[in-house]
């Protein structure tokens, strides 16, 4: 199947700093991705849709000056954590459909576990 | 407004029994997908089956099937013969034709038994 990549899988910033999360498709070319958040114990919530080459579509409620996202090629796209706090601390998880695909399924990536000091 | 409904928090059942995990959905598309994922403890989302609105049979993945009564608006995942690895939080999600982005519920957290 296919395989999609984050990176870091975790990380410890202090407050103020900023961090920036790849999610990568492998093995096939992605138009769209999604960045979801889950905090602990709770469900994964849609934070942004990334189209390849245009701006990315945020969900009510998500900062997009805060919440930077980048999808300038069809196999990466990049969250960036800007100013992050420790309200920021939580499971981001990327996702991505194939493009050019009818096929239904999104394809995840493992997580990144982010915990802001 | 929750769109999907999953009103099991916490699940028990025992190895090789079978287990039945609700999902009901709200939507007035007529063309929707409905998924489940598994969800260990390493935060992975696992796929595992998906049902189309419009097909006619009930899907199946090996142990794992979906009962979808579309008139009630369920998808309930029945796995089969569960093994001790099947321990983990379960989603069910839900697509419709405005994009393809995910809408989950809140899970349900399945515990196996030996």
């Known amino acids: 199947g296919a395989v999609v990549s984050q990176h870091p899988s975790w990380v410890i910033c202090k407050s103020g700093t900023s961090v920036k999360i790849e999610c990568r498709s492998l093995?096939?070319?992605?138009?769209?991705m999604f960045w979801y958040r889950q905090f602990p114990k709770q469900s994964l919530m849609l934070m942004a849709t990334?189209?390849?080459?245009?701006?990315?579509?945020?969900e009510q409620g998500v900062e997009k000056d805060k919440f930077l996202i980048n999808h300038a090629s069809l196999t990466l796209s990049t969250l960036t954590v800007t100013s992050a706090h420790p309200e920021d601390s939580s499971f981001y998880i990327c996702?991505?459909?194939?493009?050019?695909?009818?096929?239904?399924?999104?394809?995840f990536g493992p997580g990144t576990r982010l915990t802001v000091l | 407004a929750q769109k999907i409904t999953q009103t099991q928090p916490g699940m028990f059942v025992q190895e090789k029994e079978a287990v039945t995990l609700d999902c009901t959905y709200d939507?007035?598309?007529?063309?929707?997908?409905l998924f489940w994922y598994k969800q260990p403890s390493s935060g992975e989302m696992i796929f595992l089956i998906y049902?189309?609105?419009?097909?006619?049979q009930n899907a199946t993945e090996g142990r794992y099937s979906l009962n979808f009564q579309k008139a009630r608006k369920s998808a309930n995942l029945v796995i089969s013969a569960s093994q001790l690895g099947d321990s983990a939080m379960y989603f069910c999600?839900?697509?419709?034709?405005?994009?393809?982005?995910?809408?989950f519920g809140k899970g349900t957290s399945l515990l196996v038994t030996p």
């Open positions: 990334s189209n390849e080459g245009s701006k990315a579509t945020y």
């Open positions: 939507t007035s598309d007529p063309s929707y997908g």
């Open positions: 093995d096939f070319q992605a138009t769209t």
């Open positions: 999600a839900m697509r419709e034709t405005s994009g393809y982005a995910l809408n």
């Open positions: 049902q189309g609105s419009y097909d006619q």
């Open positions: 996702s991505a459909k194939e493009a050019y695909s009818s096929y239904n399924e999104q394809f």
